[in-house]
């Protein structure tokens, strides 16, 4: 048995050998070595009960990389599936709603118009009529309605019936969206769809910011929240390629691609009947520590302890059991509490306003007015960038922190619009002649993947992962709320006026993106204090700290360059 294996280390590093590097290694070691058939929650509850010293998340020392990689994947394998069963049907259908329509563009617009044959081919005057471009832009924004609606209801739902059961619900929301995109013959069915769609992906990108906050340790919460946007981008990235025209983005073919909910929504349901619920929810809402303590062993692994999780859960219990019979307007009324709801706005307007999905609807556009004729192919690169930028954020958010990552994000995407700016004015004052100039084209590529690059790697991934550091249990709901609320919003407003801001003010339409970006960077230089590797009862305990400090209603506080102690 685990604990009989254990027990045979009398001097163990956490005993006598604290500071002896070769007895914590070897100590390690038989951690790794465990079988997981011999590792149970009941077995490990007994070894903890019984007194013997269980190892925390400390690593082995490996003689080589690999065997270290290979050593975690077997120690975090419980938190690796976990992480991605709840991303495939959440981020991931909403990254899929992104992308969904960008090459279809044609196809779709040719399909529901009376008196036109359906075509694939890409025309930068395509959307020049109203009732199109009316049209068109409608199916694209209004996720954002369905979105709206679900952020309202997700997080109070999942707080009474768990995240797990509100994670295997919502997949019958995306099937159901699905089924009505794609047997759609109008836009009026389309927008019905695009609304179901938009519900189930307000309810996953709530549902699963909530559960990743709540079940990574401390030392990898960061990592596991950015990897919300790595399925975004994924899924972005596998919308938009299915939708080309070599592959399913065809007349016969294009109900496939948006049918594409049904799939994921399927592959979630099977994996979710093997999530466990998240470990918080069932230690502070549902007051049940045994089950908590046994969602935590699947999630560690064989043989670590967790019994600084419980004691971190217990803490943050007792601030849940001050707040919780308290309302959303109440809470928003806390001059305790009112400041984080204001910093959670601010980021998630960062994360819309920025120009992004502006970007991912209208790709296609952006490169036909920009002199490309291959548009479908090279629709294809934000896609691709967005994955790479976000992997590098997720490896990287828990060493630089979220603080840091939004900066270099902001600041990245004030210069790439300016590029963008950069490469249209050129394309239009000097080559209105011989549009697609190759340095002009080049200049207006680079501006459009940089705005992508500067969005995966801060504004795209750290919001999400904010609000559930930025509140206690008791208020994690309504923080989500509002999070949820301006994020779609901003969204629609982004999708609905996109192209009336670029014909308009053409070619300078992205200086506006760029402005508002130089203002958030300047929001989150004064008012996003740094929370890497800190628990949420020294965040949460810092935060009312500050408010009874200051004067006033505590609205805006600047503690942007404050440190958060402990940890």
């Known amino acids: 048995m685990a604990g009989d294996s254990l027990a045979e280390q009398p001097s163990s590093g956490l005993e006598n050998g604290a500071n002896d590097p070769a007895s914590h290694g070897a100590e390690s070691e038989l951690v790794y070595k465990l079988d997981p058939s011999e590792t149970s929650p009941e077995s490990a509850k007994k070894d903890v009960d ?191 390629m ?76 007792a601030t849940h059991a001050r707040l919780e019979k308290s309302s959303f307007w109440q809470d928003v009324r806390d001059r305790r509490l009112r400041f984080r709801f204001m910093l959670t706005a601010i980021l998630h307007a960062s994360q819309q306003l920025s120009g992004i999905n502006g970007v991912f609807f209208y790709s296609s556009a952006i490169y036909s007015s920009a002199g490309f004729t291959n548009i479908a192919a090279i629709a294809l690169l934000p896609a691709f960038v967005n994955i790479i930028t976000t992997f590098v954020s997720f490896k990287i958010v828990d060493k630089l922190g979220r603080r840091k990552l939004m900066l270099l994000g902001l600041a990245g995407l004030v210069l790439s619009h300016l590029v963008l700016t950069a490469g249209f004015s050129f394309n239009k004052h000097f080559f209105e002649d011989k549009k697609g100039a190759n340095w002009t084209a080049a200049l207006t590529v680079t501006g459009s993947l940089a705005v992508v690059a500067s969005f995966s790697l801060g504004p795209g991934p750290i919001p999400w992962l904010i609000v559930s550091e930025l509140f206690p249990q008791s208020s994690r709901a309504k923080g989500f709320i509002v999070a949820g609320v301006v994020n779609w919003v901003t969204n629609y407003l982004v999708g609905q006026f996109f192209l009336d801001i670029l014909l308009q003010l053409d070619p300078y339409g992205f200086l506006v993106f760029a402005g508002i970006a130089l203002l958030l960077l300047i929001a989150i230089f004064f008012f996003q204090p740094e929370t890497k590797g800190k628990r949420i009862e020294e965040i949460d305990a810092f935060f009312r700290q500050k408010a009874d400090e200051a004067s006033g209603p505590a609205l805006f506080l600047p503690v942007g360059r404050d440190v958060i102690t402990g940890g």
Request: with cysteine.
């Open 50 to 240: 019984a007194g013997v010293a269980c190892v925390g998340n400390s690593k082995p020392q490996q003689s080589s990389r690999l065997r270290g990689f290979v050593a975690d994947l077997r120690l975090h394998r419980g938190l690796i599936f976990a992480t991605i069963a709840a991303c495939i049907g959440s981020s991931g259908q909403f990254g899929y709603a992104i992308g969904m329509l960008n090459n279809l563009r044609p196809v779709i617009i040719s399909e529901f118009q009376d008196n036109t044959t359906c075509s694939v081919d890409f025309d930068a005057n395509e959307l020049s009529t109203k009732s199109s471009k009316v049209n068109f832009e409608l199916s694209t924004a209004m996720i954002c309605v369905g979105g709206l609606v679900s952020s309202l209801l997700a997080g109070p739902f999942a707080d009474k019936f768990g995240r797990r059961t509100t994670l295997l619900l919502n997949n019958i929301v995306a099937i159901i969206s699905g089924f009505i995109m794609a047997f759609a013959q109008s836009f009026p069915t389309l927008i019905v769809g695009r609304v179901f769609q938009g519900f189930a992906s307000g309810t996953g990108l709530v549902v699963v910011a909530t559960y990743l906050g709540e079940i990574g340790p401390t030392s990898l919460r960061g990592t596991v929240g950015a990897a919300s946007q790595t399925a975004i981008s994924i899924c972005i990235f596998l919308a938009t």
């Open 242 to 317: 299915l939708g080309i025209p070599n592959l399913l983005g065809t007349c016969s073919l294009w109900s496939v691609v948006v049918g594409g909910p049904i799939l994921l929504a399927l592959i979630q349901l099977a994996m979710v009947r093997l999530l466990p619920e998240s470990p918080k929810f069932l230690y502070i809402s549902r007051h049940q520590p045994d089950a908590a303590r046994d969602a935590l062993v699947r999630l560690r692994g064989p043989g670590v302890c967790v019994e600084q999780d419980l004691e971190e859960m217990e803490a943050e219990k």
